[in-house]
């Protein structure tokens, strides 16, 4: 389960100097985090927060190794760090012993930009289907505070756009038709320069059931496609939309 943004060799780089002459992940825990020394070829731009990262990770998984999971949870089961709660999360979700409130722990720690938390947003929805309002307070939340931190990072936008547009799709399938209509229309307008808004809405109507709202999305997205050159495409939205609609018939 992948939990982490940062790349095999990135972590490797950093686990080596982490455990540099003899260092273990826990030795660098103290009322601060103790930063190892780079290497001296690094391009690491953020070697502070990426070791950081990935040594909170490591401690984690030590002692889920090394005692067992309801010992890792005892240790860390109070942790403020996102990457710490992910990584407890993920070793319960590998043992089937993962809960919701262990999910929503993950999304309800203070961002970090590092954390891969695409797995957490489908586990939310697959461990909250009984608790559907808590559900989608939990999900709202994450996207507003995950917005707020990801506003000036570098592909920031992209990934905002992309927990925006799972929780659009997300709205549907809870039946909160009004939200999905209008956190899709939000992302179709943030989005001047695609079709991929539209017929993600239209997908999502559909597989709901709600066929007047996904015709009424296919001829948003071939006015779209109409209005950025790409004819073929909005053609075949428009074929689409009138076989759609016959089933209103």
Known sequence: MRISWLSAEEISAA????????ATWESHFGPEFTIPAAPEDTRLIDWPGITEHVARAERVSQVVRDYGLEE???????????????TLAAAAHEGDALDLDEVIKVLERPIDNYVFYAPFL???IERGKRE??????????FVTAY???LDRVPHGTERIGAVKDGLADFYVSA???DSAEALFEQR??????DVAVALSASRAFL????????????????????????????ERLRQKQEAVRKRLS
């Open 15 to 22: 686990r080596a100097a982490l455990t540099a002459e003899g």
């Open 72 to 86: 890792a949870r005892r240790r860390f089961g109070g942790a403020t760090t996102a990457i710490e709660a992910a």
């Open 122 to 124: 489908e586990l939310l």
């Open 132 to 141: 559907l309002d808590r559900t989608v307070a939990a999900y709202e939340q």
């Open 147 to 149: 917005a707020y931190a």
């Open 175 to 177: 039946g909160r038709v």
């Open 188 to 193: 179709h307008d943030e989005d001047q320069g």
């Open 207 to 234: 597989a709901a059931g709600s066929v007047s709202h996904a015709v009424r999305w296919l001829g948003v997205g071939a006015a779209r496609a109409s209005a950025l050159g790409r004819e073929e495409l909005a």
